[in-house]
């Protein structure tokens, strides 16, 4: 590779908040979209997944900037965890000190293993002997002020600065519009309805959302597989209980990053009330939390502080992105999503997700909420539209195939479709029933498998029925099936692959090697994509 290209390389994925275990995207092209690509200072750069680059490619490089992001607890995430394994690996060959690099790394602070997929990076390639021209920064959830320390130190470097130096390359590379709404400008969409999907004895209660996008333009545009960021607004309730923990009325004056603004006011819309991060702990004075505290318990415990204190001790409110469960098709101007309300027990005290619960429960129709479209690389319905296809969704991962379903019958695609869905409880925890069985009996959905795993004594999971009809899933994957997988990230989606690389040993008679290389080869193709948090 010429030294006037380095390589941007990134692999953000799906962060889990705490307070709420639903999806929070860091968003998978920032921060290298089109339209902040001028940041290249002259190089003419390469941007690729790690997963797209051996380790023993580096050897050829000159110049590699890395940011990537740490997944679940401390793991890569599923666009570097080829590249990270091969890196780690002791047989890894020695790297050139003419290997100019930095790390970005991109996590949560609320995690014991923040930043580590970032942190491992960082050290195995210095220990291979590449050269480390600006230290590894690691940015939390409110990551940009950090990256632009990190990119101004790497670009600002003697190997970066003499390379790009009297280069003849454009600065803005690619360049095209920034879209008008994003997470820092949202466009403010209408509630149009708000539907409880699950029954009244199932554990979860599940809405369908329904929100109107008119007057937002082409900058809304989305497609089935996009996920949407939503920007919550705290509770009241919990405002009021946090003020008066503290010993505050909430007519105080901060200063927030944006300037000086009312203390009830800023804790209802703009900071995170129960991550309890470092800047928390160091605020207040304290080493340590008890496991699972949230803010209110800490400020109980302080007994009362300081306004700003409080303030300096909160992190940025983030906006939640959910995937999108409707087809841009079906019906136009509309965007619907899928999700279950988060509610649970904390030490006694009864705890809220603050996005989901927004939503389901605290917006009343009609009422206002900021959104953007998050676009997605590569989890999309096929292209092909004859390409038989397999969904792998049990709970809320049915979204983005309610979705991929009404795209495809919109396209009139003749491709088979098979559906993996379930949950504890038929009677109750169907959510979409009538669509469901309506597809299937029109023929849509050529297969529909549903597992309950509390309706009988055994049970019952998709993965459980993948086993079972491994045989007819294997010829699929033979006619060049694509298999998608939304949902959990740390049980079902783990579950889900380990029983479909026994399907593939067993359907091709190979061991689990060969599979896993089978396997891997349908996620380069794009064959094989997962949804997970």
Known sequence: MNVQNPLIVQTIESAITASEPQVELIPEDAPFDAGQRQWLNGFDADVAALDDIPPSDLAQMAHVAIVVSTFGEGDPPDNAAKFYA??????????????????????????????????????????LGATRVADLVKCDVDFEDDFDVWKEAVFASEAFASASAGSAVAQVIDAEPAPMFDKNRPFMASLLA?????????AKCVNHIEISLAGGGADLDYAAGDALGVWPVNCPDEVSALLAAAGLSGNETVTLKSGPARLRAALTTRLDLATVAPKTLEAFGLAEAPEGAQVFELVEAVGSVDAQQLVDALRPLQPRLYSISSSPNAPPGEVHLTIGEVRYDLNGRACKGVASTYLGDRLAEGGMVGVYVQKSAHFHPPSDDTTPLIMIGPGSGIAPFRAFLEEREA????GKNWLFFGDQHEACDYLYRDRVEGWHASGLLTELSLAWSRDGADKVYVQTLLEQRGAEVFEWLEEGAAIYICGDASRMAVDVEAALLRVIAQGAGCDAAAAQAY???????????????
């Open 519 to 533: 396997l891997d080869k349908m996620s380069s193709e794009h064959r094989y994509q997962r949804d997970v948090y």
């Open 194 to 202: 708000c539907e409880t999907l699950s029954g009244a004895k199932s």
């Open 86 to 127: 091969q890196l780690m690996a002791d047989d890894c060959p020695a790297l050139p000190a003419t290997l100019n690099y930095s790390v970005c790394g991109l996590g949560d602070t609320s995690y014991a293993d923040f930043n580590k997929c970032a942190v491992d990076i960082d050290a195995r390639l210095a220990a």
């Open 411 to 414: 396209r009139g695609a003749t």
